[in-house]
């Protein structure tokens, strides 16, 4: 639920009204570091400065529709409002329990439209908002990217479907991070959001989006050889045929010539530039989540329980020292749901394999399973289950299987394979998450494209894949290196919101160690950085992926990972570098952990944790061994007292990690 928490300031304050001559607006944040300049004279631009440094240089805007309206700045502005808002949003299921909510806003009203700007302390957002009264058609949308200088970017292309741009916007948005100049972008792809640009003086900058409802989502391409990213949108989807992995996807066989359909009075997305001065602060942006529409202040959410999953398919259901020959049966999962309910575990997944395979029915249940007997055997060990579906056999009965596994006693879906962000896909994100909501069921999205902040409206949604996870591991050449994704990837995709990374794998690689094996797969880097990715990572749905087997043989870790939590009361970016490293304080209560992760590089890192407050604590952490850069499963568990100047001194293997559990005496 969202509610206002504190009010800190005058908010929603109409100050002035502008005569239509004027071209030239000025917004900036609450600091009065970064300023927004608008022009509109025959068509809308904008550039972007933070603390006098230009960022983005005249970037054009506009919308048009197939009937020849445009949403363009060739009508006059009608009038020009702003108003300031500081306030904090109490949040429901999220990396902290509040939310500071602070930015200054400009709206240009014109006839047929709205154009809103808002600046924050660590960024600028717009959209477009509709007055049209009759439903209308998007040709098309122009959102440049003017930046100031050739700068270096992390850009994510899209690798699959890759014989066309047109046939890239079929593709699953996992992909590691290429870093080049903006000017040496591959002309042959798309990259998918978000997209982080280094800027001048150590600051970086984010492109994204928020409040995604009703349109296509956005990719960015460059055909220039120059230092303007424009935005691309898929086609809206004319013929689909059923089809893909295990014929469980809608597959685009044609499209139509527009993005978007139907679109009368409503607001578009918000186009994010998120900004800041130092590379942690982006690892812990709000952006998304304050964009995003807030949920239902009436509607009670506290059926909503995040929590850990015990899950089956990235350990292949490898279970052993046991009587009965594991896989998707029946003497498995009760396997798995007692080591869960041992342990404290909230969930138990049935990933793929529990609905016969092919129909894209998820009312046909493998005769090796007995579901209702399952869901029963869990109930009474006080663990939840979950159940794994693809998004074409979930789409077509959406209601029909919500109420009936509702009513059967699972607790929720993990939807996957939807592979596409066309407006029609978006629309089935809502809808799964508003029909799963009504029958108090939870969502994580796999298969899809990265947090808009539907997560923020429909705090069912627990969590979402959109990332080169753990589980390309099974199956990736020695030549992918995920260590340094480890890095990159919290300062990037993370800033857009949650993600199912599904780390805990307790079969580790150290550096050359690493193979891919599929049905008993490994990580790359040290235990302590798997124990710590579930701090780094924000994961509020979060998977034990390794063996219940594997985990009782290695109980001090299964200890830690079974209490950690998975959603927060506060985050506070320590420090970092991207692609280097990353240190992240989270606090549950008045308990606090701490990660830090490093590259393949062994480093000592100094953690400066003053923002503590005064007192003793003491320190339970797991550090990697002496032989983990040989021997990546070498670790050891130490107490301490945290010293007096509240610093922490830690020493990391290549590809290794350090976490900690710090409580006041």
């Known amino acids: 639920m969202h509610r206002l ?30 300023q927004v300049s608008i022009n509109v004279n025959n068509g809308i631009s904008y550039t972007l400065k933070h603390d006098g440094d230009l960022l983005l240089d005249d970037s054009k805007i506009a919308v048009t529709f197939t009937d020849g309206t445009t949403f363009d700045g060739v009508q006059n502005v009608k009038k020009a409002e702003t108003r300031s808002v500081s306030q904090v949003l109490e949040t429901e299921i999220y990396k902290k329990a509040q939310v500071k909510d602070e930015f200054n806003e400009l709206t240009l009203k014109f006839k047929t439209f709205s154009l809103v700007f808002r600046a924050y302390d660590d960024g600028m957002a717009y959209r477009f908002v509709s007055h049209l009264k009759e439903p209308l058609n998007v040709d098309g949308e122009i959102a440049q990217f003017n ?54 003086k150590g600051k970086k900058i984010v492109i994204t989006e928020a409040d995604l409802m009703n349109y296509p989502g956005m990719y960015l391409y460059n055909g220039n050889s120059d230092k303007v990213l424009e935005a691309v949108f898929a086609p ?40 800041s001065e130092n590379d942690v602060q982006m690892a812990d942006n709000d952006m998304v989540y304050r964009l995003a529409t807030p949920a239902d202040p009436k509607a009670d959410w506290s059926w909503v329980k995040p929590g850990k999953v015990a899950w089956d398919w ?73 159940l794994w579906a693809g998004y074409w056999a979930f789409d077509r009965d959406m209601e029909k299987v919500c109420k009936h596994y509702s009513k059967m006693g699972i607790k929720g879906f993990k939807i996957d394979f939807m592979d596409r962000d066309d407006q029609h896909m978006v629309a089935f994100h809502r809808r799964a998450a ?55 990837v919290p300062y990037i995709r993370m800033m857009a919101g949650p993600m199912d990374y599904t780390q805990g794998a307790m079969r580790n690689a150290s550096r050359g160690n690493y193979h891919p094996v599929n ?24 998977m034990l992926c390794d063996s219940p087997s594997n985990y009782m ?17 506060e985050t506070v970016g320590i ?26 590089t062994a480093r000592t890192m100094e953690l400066d944790l003053s923002f503590l407050p005064e007192g003793k604590y003491t320190v339970t952490a797991f550090r990697d061994g002496a032989n983990a850069y040989r021997v990546a499963r070498d670790y050891k568990k130490e107490q301490f007292n945290l010293s007096p100047e509240r610093k922490l001194t830690v020493t990391l293997a290549p590809g290794g990690g350090f976490v900690a559990k710090i409580i006041k005496q």
């Open 553 to 569: 043989n290695e109980k001090e870790c299964l200890e830690f990972i079974a209490e950690v939590p998975t959603v927060w009361d």
């Open 5 to 34: 928490l504190t009010i800190l300031a005058a908010s929603l304050m109409a100050i002035s009204a502008i005569a239509a001559p004027k071209k030239n607006y000025e917004i900036a944040s609450p600091d009065g570091k970064l």
């Open 147 to 200: 930046f100031a200088k050739d700068w270096n970017m992390w850009a994510a292309y899209v690798c699959q479907h890759t014989e066309t741009l047109e046939s890239q916007y079929y593709n699953s948005f996992e992909n590691q991070y290429s870093y080049t100049p903006l000017s040496q972008w591959n002309k042959d792809r798309l990259a998918f959001l978000p997209l982080m640009v280094d800027g001048p």
């Open 314 to 386: 990235w350990n292949a259901w490898n279970i052993y020292g046991v009587d009965f020959h594991s896989g998707i049966n029946n003497d498995t999962y009760k396997y798995y749901i007692d080591f869960a309910s041992a342990n404290g575990i909230e969930y138990v997944i049935l990933d793929e394999g529990w609905s016969v395979g092919g129909a894209a029915d998820l009312f046909k249940v493998v005769p090796e399973i007995d579901l209702e007997m399952l869901v029963k055997y869990a109930s009474e060990r006080n663990v939840g289950l979950i």
């Open 236 to 275: 809206y989807p004319e013929e689909v045929k059923q089809g893909g992995h295990n014929n469980l996807q809608m597959e685009v066989q044609t499209r139509k010539p527009y993005i978007a359909q139907n679109i009368a009075y409503e607001a578009l997305p918000w186009r994010i530039v998120a900004v």
């Open 434 to 488: 508003e029909t799963a909501a009504k029958y108090h069921m939870l969502v994580d999205f796999h298969g899809t494209y990265k947090p808009t902040g539907l997560h923020r409206t429909y705090p069912n949604v627990v969590n979402y894949e959109g990332v080169h996870g753990l589980e390309q591991m099974k199956w990736s050449p020695e030549t992918v290196d995920q260590v340094t994704y480890d890095v990159t």
């Open 519 to 542: 049905d008993e797969p490994m990580s790359q880097g040290t235990r302590c950085r798997q124990l710590a990715e579930y701090v780094i990572f924000d994961s509020p749905f979060n």
């Open 575 to 600: 420090c970092g570098e991207v692609g280097k490293t990353i240190a992240i304080a989270r606090r549950s209560g008045d308990t606090w952990y701490v990660g830090a992760l490093t590259d393949w």
